[in-house]
């Protein structure tokens, strides 16, 4: 889902008028946001959009294969059905192996037809106060199986040519010493980032009515460097036997919200 901009002109038929922030996203309550953050608001016109692409593991290709522009505010979720039938017809049942999408077009009733009739799976993250989240958590801290620990790979560390010469390898390491020094007497804290993540997968749950298949709750908490913790959850109608696997396919979004900017 996306918005698309125009000029603030009534002719534009059929368009909204939203608050975005500067970066172009919908401001939902702008009470939460501090003086200085609402200098950088403004009222825009706009069409909303909802568009379907087609992309595989590799992320070698991103085929656009469907977009609706959305009438006076219309809701992004309900074309998404449509868009998918059209695909499939042009495409196979067969190219349609995971849909991956956010919260915005969580639908139980879809989830499950998309299972149903084609035969492909959904992966999505879950909202707070999701009865499968909640019961979810409540079941892993009773079923006492482990957490599965994800950390990141080290950076990567500096090589040298084989061939420098031993006087500019001096100059370096001193360069290097130089800078670290400088960064603790300004006191520049480093970067925050993931110390590591841990995975539980719930499987085949029921609770949620509208889903007419059952789903795989893949758990996860999110440790910072800074000490602090985020939980997340992503559900799938895949029957999962790696987490990860799971959380790498939900991982591919960055890169296709990347695309639908572009376009």
Known sequence: GSHLFVPDNEGYEGSAMGFFDEHNHFVKDPANLTAAQLKRCRWRRYYGSASLLHTNRAQTCFLYAGQR??????????????LIDEAVRAMGAKRLKILI??????????????KEKYGSDSVFPLKQGMLDWED????AGLD???????????PPRP????????????????????????REEAAVAPP????????????RMKLWEACPVPIDV????????DGSCSEWALATTRDVA????IWNYYKMRPAIEERHRQM
């Open 69 to 82: 522009v959305l009438w006076e505010a219309e809701s992004e979720s309900p074309p998404l059905d449509s």
């Open 101 to 114: 999408h956010d919260k915005g077009f969580i639908d139980g009733a879809r989830t499950g037809r998309v």
């Open 136 to 139: 979810a958590q409540r079941l």
């Open 144 to 154: 006492g199986q482990p957490w599965q620990v994800w950390r990141p790979p080290p």
């Open 159 to 182: 090589v040298e040519p084989a061939d420098r010469p031993e006087h500019l390898r001096r100059r370096e390491r001193r360069r290097q010493a130089t800078l670290q020094k400088r």
């Open 192 to 203: 925050v980032r993931v110390d590591r993540v841990e995975l539980k997968v719930i499987r």
């Open 218 to 225: 893949v758990l996860m908490r999110e440790f910072l460097t």
């Open 242 to 245: 790696d987490p990860i696997e």
